[in-house]
């Protein structure tokens, strides 16, 4: 495991001068590390969603061994996302696990640190893994990272409030709150997680001005919201 987590970080070194041909081992690698490890290495700290995807494990320190930095600064965030993109791809996934969305979130963060916008690039990674993305936030352990990344493409893309109209994202949030009430008395305490981490993005997103305000809006005349509801607590605070 010791050598696990040494060879990441040799990777990123490798990868960053000048043979972007490795990312693929090491996003391999990445993927397979425990929980603990691989949030340290992506910049935990720096992931705003962390707290809130408690991964089975995530909370555990690391074990003795070589201490652990983010590998974040030394690579190309684009290029490993690509990476992840074609392997999630190549691979014909049905769900993101958590692993790929923290690496996801990582990316994302990592260059929204020193660029103030995702451009066409990054677009092209999010369309070729947005129903993925989507379905995520019916995961309690993944809804907080994917949350974050829908919102960060929102504000910083030429996705923008779109995102709200997407039909996949819809139909996501459609598995969160049933219309029939006996879907939703069949929703257990995961669900509740998700529900609640779908109503702060929503809540955040609505944040953002005039047009994400009546997006979200028009979005939430779709669904039945109870009194008493995440959604009807969202549509009344808007």
């Not at 790929?100 to 893994?129: G, I, K, P």
């Not at 129903?131 to 974050?148: E, G, Q, R, S, W």
């Amino acid at each position: 495991a010791s050598v696990q987590k040494v060879g990441v970080m040799a990777l990123a070194k490798h990868a960053a001068g000048g043979y972007p041909d490795i990312l693929p081992t090491l996003l391999q690698v990445l993927l397979g590390l425990p929980p603990a490890e691989r949030l340290l290495l992506v910049g935990a700290a720096d992931l705003p969603a962390a707290a809130g995807s408690i991964e089975p494990g995530a909370a555990e320190p690391a074990p003795n061994g070589p201490p652990l930095t983010s590998i974040m600064g030394d690579i190309d965030a684009l290029a490993l996302a690509r990476a992840l993109r074609d392997e999630v791809v190549a691979s014909q996934l049905e769900n993101l696990e958590v692993a790929h969305m923290t690496v996801l979130c990582a990316c994302v963060v990592a260059h929204l640190t020193n660029s103030a916008e995702l451009d066409q690039q990054w677009t092209e990674v999010f369309d070729a893994l947005r129903d993925l993305i989507f379905v995520a936030l019916c995961d309690p352990f993944a809804a907080a990272l994917a949350a974050t990344v829908i919102e960060q493409f929102a504000f910083m893309s030429q996705v923008k409030d779109g995102i709200l109209r997407d039909p996949s994202f819809i139909g996501a949030l459609r598995l969160l709150f049933p219309a029939s009430e006996e879907a939703a008395e069949e929703m257990g305490e995961g669900d509740d997680i998700c529900q609640a981490q779908s109503g702060a993005m929503l809540r955040n997103l609505a944040g953002e001005g005039a047009v994400f305000r009546d997006a979200v809006r028009d979005l939430l005349s779709q669904f039945a919201a109870p009194p008493g509801s995440v959604l009807a607590d969202v549509a009344s605070e808007i």
